[in-house]
Nanobody, 122 residues
């Protein structure tokens, strides 16, 4: 499986962006798709995840109520709708796949997309 993320850009605080992650190849039903982000000089952090089968969703506390993760199984695509963006949301956003079930740790995700840059100005 290869992942291709897109949708990043420059937005003012309070604005919205929708990220997309298209997967080539089969995504097994046991997979979990996640979004992570990495700000300059910071470690990569968990943002949100969704179970490919069943659609259960999980969020970091910092984005709850503002971000929504969803998937379209027919299009092999995962989305991250980001509303009420804040300057601290700035970073490179990566989509990733975990074959072994839900995890908030980047080390458990074996497949990564190339990242898309989100910049939120104050």
């Amino acid at each position: 499986v290869q992942l291709q993320a897109s949708g990043g850009g420059f937005v003012q605080a309070g604005g919205s962006l929708r990220l997309s992650c298209v997967a080539s190849g089969r995504i097994f039903s046991s997979s979990v798709m996640g979004w992570f982000r990495q700000a300059p000089k910071k470690e990569r952090e968990f943002v949100a995840a969704i179970r490919w089968s069943g659609g259960g969703t999980y969020y970091a506390d910092s984005v709850k109520g503002r971000f929504t993760i969803s998937r379209d199984n027919g299009k092999n695509t995962v989305y991250l709708q980001m509303n009420s963006l804040k300057p601290e949301d700035t970073g490179i956003y990566y989509c990733a796949r975990a074959a072994g079930g839900l995890s908030y740790s980047a080390s458990r995700y074996g497949t990564w997309g190339q990242g898309t840059l989100v910049t939120v100005s104050s």
